[in-house]
């Protein structure tokens, strides 16, 4: 298939060539003049002219003007030698003859050229057809580009396709490739003189380089790329040609669409940038507003605790209740504190756990201790599988997870209910699930709760909303997921999935003998 | 009477000191006070307090340097202040001869069980034949160890491992330290085979393996025995 197609191509290449296209005209007008020969006795002289005719329309199908003239003429002038009596002179005896020479001439000559003149129609149809075609390709295929990396690279494959083998797309700055005002971004690696004269279309809006009013130092031809609303940036070409005519129309309509395209990108990331900004805007005036507030609280309690205390004479009773008063406010501001440290570190996107093996009794442990006085109206139960293998995890931020986790519950189920732990091992997954006989959530917020500073409607005051983002953020750092559901009995349900191998005890009994 | 025993404190943060003072005066202990490291270990050298608190992060000098300077002739307990998550800088004074830490902020009643603790283990170091914790006795001449008169029967690694933490109870024994000790220095890195034998001596000696009193897990940092 690939090497017959290989060979049409060669021929069409050859083809295209003018001396072999007279040849080719000389070469078969004179086998045909030989096959006629060979019945040149014994039939009408009349029957040549036709199949003359009929070869020399055939090959204006497919030759140019040129070697159509040359067979048309060449054909008259060899009939007339070879066939029309008397043979072998150009002498014409009847009158009649003469005419149909005449006619001959003309009808050969005229239906060469209107061949031609036809498919040099069908030519540019199919040319225009061919460039329509491209438009739709690249409107559609950069219609399917997204981010401009992409654009710029359907761009340049267009082309490279129908313009020029080599070309450059440099683009202004933006928020995804930020750069100094003014300064071009190119995805290429192109010198400073001609990084220079893209500076200078780019500002001045014109063409300039090779064939243009412009010659500057450069290789290529650089045409600004002009957007309805703002300029996207330059392109470069290398041409062998300046463009004219029907290709600088194609030209002008294929930069326009890329220009479109690119603008098109540029501007939806200008939109998600403000949406952005609004957003970090609505969030920072939460964030101050709700610290302020936790902050407050726990901060007028110890106030007023321990101004009493100094201030006023109070009995033994009442010096341990207020300075219980100071220690309760004292661990609410330090939990305030470890969750915004938390937050700004997911924030910052800077976790990187420093996991370790780890025996997941010992994180239930810890916590659970931490917890002693919160957990203590609740009846806790931890249930961990009994071929629990040893998980890597970052222990510190595991820590934070079950203990927001563990503290949400207490703070939300009613007092003597059950809180339970859930552990266990399966396909390579620590599955670890916390559960409460609370409220659980509203079926419509339980997509909310792990956004931060989210806090269930009509939920009671306290807490910054931060607890579960921090959650979240943490146990994705350890590519893991968690999900919260609604138990069928009542109370929530936290499931968390973290990947963790096992861990490759087997050299374990050979340890150095100690003395 | 321990309660006498005379207490250094190095730590910049004035408040601190002063919570650090009147907790430790309330429970008995005498108290110096020095805000920075130099003077620190000047004190130490003229008053051989029976114990240092340490604060890891001081304005003259690093902390580290102090503890290395006072470990060069100070063999009793020093205790490092260290702000949270901040695993990796205790692990290294606790390398490097700290026998315990704490994060701030702390619980006063934390201080203290450390501080005594902590005394405690300067007592006993010399040399004991016969450890008892809770009903668990360990006869280190003889490697025995029995648990309420009974017998339990332990591996020699499971032996090495315990009578290591042992020896040091009170202290804080970092993950690399005890696998060097007792597996060689080859193995630092297997933490996995230390957390495997030490769920297999809480499942023979502890009461409740799940809550472990004897050996304690300190997060990210290491053991303790109690």
């Given amino acids: ?515 | 009477m321990t309660e006498q025993e005379n207490i250094l404190i190095i730590d910049d943060e004035n408040q601190i000191r002063r919570l650090l003072d009147i907790t430790l005066s309330a429970n008995g202990f005498r108290t110096m006070l020095t805000p920075n490291g130099k003077e620190g270990l000047v004190m130490a050298a003229t008053h051989h307090p029976g114990l240092v608190i340490l604060d890891l992060g001081l304005p003259d000098i690093d902390g580290h340097e102090v503890l290395k300077k006072l470990r060069e002739w100070y063999f009793k307990p020093v205790i490092i202040l260290s702000v949270r998550s901040a695993e990796e800088e205790i692990i290294r004074a606790l390398d490097h001869g700290a026998n315990d830490y704490l994060t701030k902020p702390f619980r006063t009643g934390e201080l203290l069980a450390r501080v005594r603790a902590a005394l405690r283990t300067g007592e006993n170091k010399t040399g004991e034949a016969v450890i008892v914790s809770g009903k668990v006795n360990i006869d280190l001449a003889n490697h025995v160890v029995r648990k309420q008169e009974e017998i339990i029967k332990l591996t020699s690694t499971e032996f090495s491992l315990l009578s290591l933490l042992a020896q040091n109870r009170g202290r804080v024994l970092t993950h690399q330290f005890i696998l060097k000790e007792v597996w060689g220095f080859g193995y630092i890195e297997q933490s996995q085979y230390l957390r495997v034998f030490i769920a297999q001596l809480r499942k023979k000696l502890e009461d409740d393996p799940a809550k472990p009193a004897m050996i304690v897990t300190e997060s990210g940092i290491g053991y303790r025995f109690n």
Avoid at chain 1, 169 to 188: A, C, N, T
Avoid at chain 1, 398 to 403: D, H, K
Avoid at chain 1, 432 to 454: A, T
């Fill in chain 1, 1 to 515: 298939m690939n090497r017959k197609k290989g060979i049409l191509r060669q021929t069409a290449s050859l083809l295209s060539k003018g001396w072999v296209q007279y040849l080719l005209a000389l070469l078969i007008i004179g086998v045909t003049l030989l096959f006629c020969l060979s019945f040149r006795e014994g039939s009408d002289y009349h029957l040549v002219s036709f199949i003359l005719l009929f070869v020399v329309s055939l090959l204006s199908t497919y030759l140019g003007t040129g070697p159509v003239l040359l067979a048309s003429t060449m054909s008259a002038l060899a009939w007339d030698y070879f066939f029309i009596p008397p043979h072998n002179t150009f002498k014409i005896d009847r009158t009649d003859d003469i005419l149909i020479f005449g006619l001959f001439f003309v009808i050969v000559v005229v239906s060469g050229i209107l061949t031609t003149r036809v498919r040099r129609q069908e030519m540019l149809a199919r040319e225009r057809e061919r460039k329509t075609n491209a438009l739709f390709q690249l409107t559609r295929e950069l219609s399917k580009a997204s981010g401009i990396g992409e654009v710029v690279r359907v761009a340049t494959e267009g082309i490279s396709a129908h313009f020029s083998p080599e070309s450059h797309i440099i683009l202004r700055p933006s928020h995804l490739i930020p750069r100094k005002e003014g300064e071009l971004v190119s995805y290429d690696q192109l010198p400073e003189t001609e990084l220079q004269v893209a500076q200078w279309v780019f500002i001045h809006s014109r063409k300039a380089g090779v064939f243009t009013d412009q010659p500057m130092e450069t290789r290529y031809t650089w045409y600004p790329l002009t957007g309805s609303r703002l300029n996207p940036g330059v392109v470069a070409l290398l041409q062998e040609a300046s463009f004219d005519g029907e290709i600088k129309t194609f030209w002008e309509a294929y930069m326009t669409l890329i220009s479109n395209a690119i603008e098109r990108e540029f501007l939806g990331e200008m939109a998600q940038k403000v949406r952005f900004l609004d957003e970090s805007d609505r969030l920072y005036k939460t964030l101050f507003n709700s610290i302020s507030h936790e902050l407050r609280i726990p901060v007028a309690a110890i106030m007023g605790a321990s101004d009493t205390i100094v201030n006023t004479n109070v009995s033994h009773k009442v010096l341990s209740a207020l300075t219980r008063e100071i220690f309760t406010a004292s661990l609410r501001l330090n939990r305030l504190i470890e969750n915004l440290l938390n937050m700004s570190r997911i924030e910052s996107g800077h976790i990187s756990p420093r996991t370790d093996w780890h025996d997941i009794n010992d994180l239930i442990n810890k916590v659970t201790t931490d917890l002693t006085d919160e957990l203590k109206p609740f009846s806790l139960r931890v249930e961990i599988d009994q071929e629990m293998p040893l998980v890597r995890l970052d222990f510190g931020l595991m820590e934070q997870v079950l203990y927001n986790l563990l503290y949400n519950a207490t703070q939300y189920a009613p007092a003597t209910s059950e809180v339970t732990i859930r552990c266990s091992y399966s396909a390579g997954n620590l599955n670890l699930e916390v559960s409460d006989q609370g409220p659980g959530f509203p079926e419509d917020e339980l997509k909310d709760i792990f956004r931060k500073f989210y806090r269930i409607r009509g939920s009671h005051s306290g807490g910054l909303g931060l607890g579960l983002s921090i959650v979240k953020g943490f146990v994705a750092a350890h590519n893991g997921t968690i999900t919260a559901a609604n138990r069928s009995g009542g109370g929530a349900r936290f499931t968390i999935v973290i990947p963790s191998e096992e861990p490759d005890i087997t050299g374990w009994k050979t340890p150095a003998s100690p003395e």
